[in-house]
Nanobody, 113 residues
């Protein structure tokens, strides 16, 4: 079983930046597609984007141009770089191995106005 651990969350002012990390271990393979999700307070979890093994990434329209997903296969880590943050970006951010039920524990991001 693979394990994912997110880190890097915190409190940031609107307009600021934050980078989250998703570190994989266990029965993880570098070809796995890693997706990022977030769950705003009182709302459903939403897909933000995904990193593919060839270094590419796809994004939801709501974050395109502000968020960047990258990966460092040498350390089995996928990153979510967030910029121009807005209060509506507040929520718990999760990473997940696509096509599986393997989720990280989540990391809280709070954007103050």
């Amino acid at each position: 079983q693979a394990q994912l651990v997110e880190s890097g969350g915190g409190l940031v002012q609107a307009g600021g930046s934050l980078t989250l990390s998703c570190a994989a271990s266990g029965r993880y393979e570098s070809v796995n597609v890693i997706a990022w999700y977030r769950q705003p307070p009182g709302k459903e979890r939403e897909w933000l984007g995904a990193s593919t093994s060839d270094g590419g990434a796809t994004y939801a329209d709501s974050v395109k141009g502000r968020f960047t997903i990258s990966r460092d296969s040498a350390v089995n880590t996928v990153y979510l770089q967030m910029s121009s943050l807005k209060p509506e970006d507040t929520g718990v951010y999760y990473c997940k191995i696509a096509g599986s039920n393997v989720w990280g524990q989540g990391t809280q991001v709070t954007v103050s106005s």
